[in-house]
């Protein structure tokens, strides 16, 4: 029963438990997107996959500006978190919406806050999808700045704007394409390379070769959306078939089931993979 905003249930421990877990999802729905449709409470009673889990203190990677929580929110994210406990390089790969990008931004955020580095350098090939790079107005910071905004979206999400200006400013945090890493040494810092799909093999070996003795090395791509010309191999499909038995470096590979955006996004996945799969059965008949 309730009376006023005060709820009183009855039942055993496991349906209780059970209770608790369906209202902290409910709770923290309405805190992170403000709103609660028939559609997500559905979804969160019929326990669906890509339901965010529940959001224990432990789940909590930071707090962003206004004490927002930043969770680990599926099951593969949360493999993202224990895997980077016990390996320094940890390669995500999975479709889009799946949040890798956005669980490893909040992985190097917490791991800079805690002192654990002393800074984040996030990177990116700047490779065209579809349209010409040099026909964009501006110099080479402002032509560049589209390819790397999914990044400062998700680092907006986890620092207060002033401090994020102030990190950028001093070097603490620093975003830059992937062509800029050659011939450093990265160390004593968490290094994301994101959209890894569109490094080349030559790209990838220079970049896995900035590893400085105390750093945390995370790539993320999603091999269905590679922008390489034809002639040209994936640098991360490349890597991972080479590195997947080596010791230290952990590898998660995410699903649609991992995709917490619009529910539409998933079942635009599930009908290209579909369609991907079908036309590789024709090439063979």
């Given at each position: 029963m309730s009376r006023g905003n005060m709820i009183k249930a009855l039942g055993s421990d496991e349906d209780l438990q059970k209770l608790d877990d369906f209202l902290t999802l409910i709770f923290w729905h309405i805190e992170k997107y403000n709103s609660l449709t028939l559609q997500q409470l559905e979804r969160i009673a019929l326990g669906e996959s890509e339901t965010p889990v529940g959001v224990a203190s432990s789940d909590i990677l930071v707090f962003g500006p206004g004490g927002t929580k930043v969770t680990a929110r599926?099951?593969?994210?949360?493999?993202?978190?224990?895997?980077?406990?016990?390996?320094?390089?940890?390669?995500?790969?999975?479709?889009?919406?799946?949040?890798?990008?956005?669980?490893?931004?909040?992985?190097?955020?917490?791991?800079?806050?805690?002192?654990?580095?002393?800074?984040?350098?996030?990177?990116?090939?700047?490779?065209?999808?579809?349209e010409n790079l040099g026909f964009l107005p501006g110099d080479l910071k402002e032509k560049l700045d589209p390819y790397l905004q999914p990044l400062y979206d998700a680092l907006m999400d986890m620092i207060p704007y002033e401090k994020l200006a102030e990190y950028m400013e001093k070097g603490v945090i620093e975003i830059a394409p992937l062509a800029f890493m050659r011939g450093r040494t990265l160390d004593k810092a968490f290094v994301i390379l994101d959209e890894a799909q569109n490094a080349t093999v030559t790209q990838m070996k220079m970049f896995l070769t900035r590893m400085g003795m105390s750093a945390k090395f995370v790539i993320t791509g999603d091999a269905t959306q590679i922008d390489l010309p034809r002639n040209q191999t994936s640098g991360l499909l490349r890597s991972v078939n080479l590195l997947r038995d080596v010791e230290g470096i952990g590898i998660v590979e995410m699903t649609g089931s991992d995709v917490i955006r619009h529910p539409l996004v998933k079942k635009v996945i599930d009908a290209f993979e579909l369609s991907e799969s079908e036309a590789k059965r024709d090439t063979r008949s």
């Open positions: 599926t099951a593969n994210q949360k493999k993202m978190v224990e895997l980077i406990k016990t390996n320094d390089m940890l390669f995500a790969i999975g479709p889009a919406g799946s949040g890798k990008t956005y669980t490893a931004v909040a992985l190097a955020v917490r791991a800079l806050k805690e002192r654990e580095v002393k800074r984040i350098v996030l990177t990116r090939p700047a490779v065209e999808a579809g």
